[in-house]
């Protein structure tokens, strides 16, 4: 299975701000993911990053809000722009693994204040 | 739109008794994921389920899956308070089989 590095793993920010989250893959994937988790809730997925093209976006997401790049196979980031308390959630980035599945990123605690 | 549901939403349950979660989804999918999270942890992969009738085991828990009804099951069989944490399914749309879409999550909690 593929490990990530996630980072930061925490932050407090201020409103009007933002923060680029990344994610580092321990070995090419074609597909990453970014959801959200607000507190108490399930798992949201904002987008797909496939490298080489735009990120797809889910509905309710916008690329002005959520940039995502993807510069080669095995790097991702996500922005959280223009922050609110709304975006006060966790972040977690995920890679699909032929013939493994599903592995996560240990995920980014994001308090906006 | 596929939706994922789970209930319950929240379990309480005594050490050594037997319950069972329920995951159903609105459209056909032909796999099936468990995954269990602790408090400010992230996410730990428990089950996949390939096909219709698929049954996995791994401990006090086991996974089914019935496609054809859009339903999973994840039983805990003599809960001890290790096994507290959230739990959320996960099924991929026929139409995108690459992403997930989470289901509402079912919150364990085992006491003594």
């Known amino acids: 299975s593929a490990v990530i590095s996630q980072k930061p793993s925490r932050d407090i920010c201020q409103r009007g701000t933002s923060l680029t989250i990344q994610c580092q893959v321990d070995?090419?994937?074609?597909?990453m993911f970014w959801y959200r988790q607000q507190p108490g809730q399930s798992l949201t997925l904002i987008a797909t990053?496939?490298?080489?093209?735009?990120?797809?976006?889910e509905s309710g997401f916008v690329i002005d809000k959520f940039p995502i790049s993807r510069p080669n196979l095995t790097f991702s980031t996500l922005t959280v722009s223009n922050m609110s308390p709304e975006d006060s959630s966790i972040y977690l980035c995920?890679?699909?693994?032929?013939?493994?599945?599903?592995?996560f990123g240990s995920g980014t605690r994001l308090t906006v204040v | 739109e596929l939706k994922v549901e789970q209930n319950p939403l929240f379990l309480s349950m005594q050490e050594g008794k037997n319950y069972t979660i329920y995951c159903n989804y609105s459209?056909?999918?032909?796999?099936l994921y468990w995954y269990r999270q602790d408090p400010g942890k992230s996410l730990e992969s428990l089950f996949v389920l390939l096909s219709n009738g698929a049954v996995k085991q791994e401990g006090r828990l086991m996974a089914s899956l019935d496609t054809k009804a859009r339903l999973s099951t994840l039983h805990i069989t003599a809960a001890v308070h290790d096994l507290s944490a959230t739990y959320f399914c996960a099924v991929p749309p026929l139409y995108n089989t690459d992403k997930l879409i989470f289901g509402t999550g079912t919150r364990l909690q085992v006491f003594p």
């Open positions: 990053a496939n490298q080489g093209s735009e990120a797809t976006y």
């Open positions: 070995s090419q994937v074609t597909m």
């Open positions: 459209t056909t999918s032909d796999r």
């Open positions: 995920s890679v699909v693994v032929k013939n493994y599945g599903y592995t």
